[in-house]
Each structure stands twice: as structure tokens, then as C-alpha cells.
């Protein structure tokens, strides 16, 4: 695939695909953790004279943090400490007009990929080819580069449209981000331990099975709504509230897929032996061994306890490979974030090589300052794509391109030494 110093970009016109996509509360931005990301990329390609185009999605439509990437601009602007303009436009006439404005080492922000239409739909790259955005943007561009690991598993306009039109290149999160999982994936050391949780059920589920089926994990751990929904499965009662709870996020029908995992690997799975809820506006414990379980029926689980804590450093310390995705806990509540926040630091302390993802659930990585983590991925849907095993739509997209441009760009560029995929 192609990698960002196999070309020169000198007066070149850049389509960056970012994806600064991040939490946002009362219509503000509350983490800059995927800007950040993102700006070793940016930086190489301004020093080396490009004029880069940087496009994001922002969001899902009608959801509370679908917004303008205007305070996007203004936030790579402080990073870059030079401006971003901000393009209220996408592909018409305005956008193309400023693009072709831009002079060599500057760079200017479109609107919210998503407010177009084409873009909220997942097709293959040769639908994606003829959208409007595409056909009116190409013209514009030398080269595609594309750093938004964190939506790799879309298949949209913006994201593969342009792989067979013009040479897409891996952006340097792009190729960290596929290195560190890809060693992760492929590791032999043992044990190799994945922490599953958050509210992605299905997915982690499709994680688990695969990881058990192809024998790349010899222990899961869980939590979040994916340790509920598999301590249901063992047949613990978890209580009305949450039953409720997981009926109306739809999980409770997974619960005959998560027993068919159990059939197979049970004591592979590893389930929370205590949760803390709520009780009179404090954290309170609830062992599963004990008598209190009747407290479930009023109080959801936001967390789960220290006694699975415990258990679950005890092993993350003796891991060799450690792959986790998904909070422990609603870790948004200060009193419930200790769940999430001991396993991730657990993981930075051991000597594993580790990996944690889960989209905006690492913001509470940075805020509680964790080191020690080898990877931080910016990937959630995207991570758990790829360690179930599918291929993702923009890992493909670069291969493709790969194979149309490499020996045409091999004559137009003799300096440019060209990796192999
Ligand atoms: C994410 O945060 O997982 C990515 O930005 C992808 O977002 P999406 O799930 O809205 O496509």
C-alpha cells in the first residue's frame, strides 16, 4: 500500500480524509484526542508544500453531536498554530473555488461530510465512484490520503470513492494504527487476552467468536453491556432494571448467540463477579455471589466492582498480548469510571504488548493521564471490524489503488521508492 513518503507533494493538491469525529457535549467539542492523532500527517504534508483539502463526517444525522466542522477548523487551527479555513460547503462551486485557491503549505476544512446525502449510504467503491462528490471533486486532486482509520470499516464516497481515480495513501495513523493491530492479531505469545466491552454488543460479539474460532485468544474478559449480557447468558439474574435496559438497546435477543459462545469456549469467557449501581446517590457493590441481587431489580448497573477488578489485573498482569475495546462502566459518571479507569491502567502496567480502542471511551485514557498502553487506538466500530476477522472497506480500497497506480507512478516519480503491501 502506499505510504506517505513514496511521493512528493509540492504544490500538489491533497483530499486528507480524517476523522475527527469526537464527543461532543451541550454542541461543544470535549476531546481532541482524534485532532491530535491526526496531526503528524497533516504536518508532513503542509512542510512538503501540499494543499491539503482535510474532509470529515461529524456525527450521524438528527443524533446530538451532528453539527459544522467549524469548530473543527478552529481547533486544528490552534493545533497547527496557522489557519484552517473553514469551507461551509462541500463539493459546489464555493468549496471548489476555495479549493483551488489554496496555495502550497495551506489548508482549509469542508463542511460535515455527512450533510451530503451520498455519503450516509455504504456502497461499493464503484457506486461510490459516481456520486456528485466524487466526480466534482476529483478534478481537483493529485492524491488521496487517507488517515481515518476510525472509519475504515465504511464504505462511503469519501472514504474509497476515489481509489481507483487517484493514488490513495495511507495516512501515518492510518499505518500505526494497521501495524499495532495487525501484531496484536497476529501474535503467537501467549496468553493473549482481550478485554470486550461497552455497548457494542453485537460487534464484540463477533470479536469474541472469531478470536476463540481461529484460536488468536485464550481468555476474554468482560464488561460494559457485553459482560451483562454474557452474565445473563451464564444464567445469573441481572434483575428488571436492567433486563429493561437491555431490552430496549435490543441486546437481550443476543443472549442465545452468547450462550452458543459459552457452549463452546466457556472458560474462555470470563464474566464480572460483583457490578456497582446507584443506591442513594452513592457507588454501591453487588456481589453476584451474595443475597443482594434483589437490588437489581430497581438499580441499573453502571459499573462493574472491585472484586472483578481484582481478578481481571491479576490476569492482564501475566498477559502477553492484550487487546481491549470498550468501556467498563458508564465512565462519563466520575463514581463509575474507576471500572473502566483500573483495567486501563492495569493494561498500561503490564508488560503485554497492548492495544485499547473504543472510540470516545479513550478520552477518559487521556484524562486520566495512562501510559504504559502500547497502543491507543482511535478506532471503536473500526477495531472491532478487524479483529472479527472482516475486511475493511478502506483496507481494501487501498490495495486497489495500490495495484492501478504503482507502475505508472514507478516511471513519473524514479525517486520515490515505492513498500511493498
Ligand atoms: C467512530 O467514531 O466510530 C467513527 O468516527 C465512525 O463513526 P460512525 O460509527 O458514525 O460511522
Redesign the pocket.
Known sequence: MFKLNNFSYHGKTVFLRA?L?SPVKEGRIISDARFRAVLPTIVYLLEHGAKVVIGT?QG?PYGGDYMTTEEHARILSGLLSQEVEYVEDIFGRYARERIKGLKPGETLILENLRFAAEEVMYKPIEDCEKTFFVRKLAPLIDYVVNDAF??AH?SQPSLVGFARLKPMVMGFLMEREVEALTRAYGAEERPRVYVLGGAKVDDSLRVAENVLREEKADLILTGGLVGQLFTLAKGFDLGGANIDLLERRGIINLVDWAEHILDRFYPQVRTPVDFAVDYKGGRFEVDLLEDRKEVFDERPILDIGSRTVEKYRAILRDASIIVANGPMGVFEMEEFSAGTFEIFKAIGESPAFSVVGG?HSIASIYRHNITGISHVSTG???MLSFFAGERLPVLEAFRISYERFKDKLKREEPRAPLNNP
Open positions: 476523522d469525529n463526517h450521524k476510525a472509519a465504511r472510540g471503536g466500530g473500526a
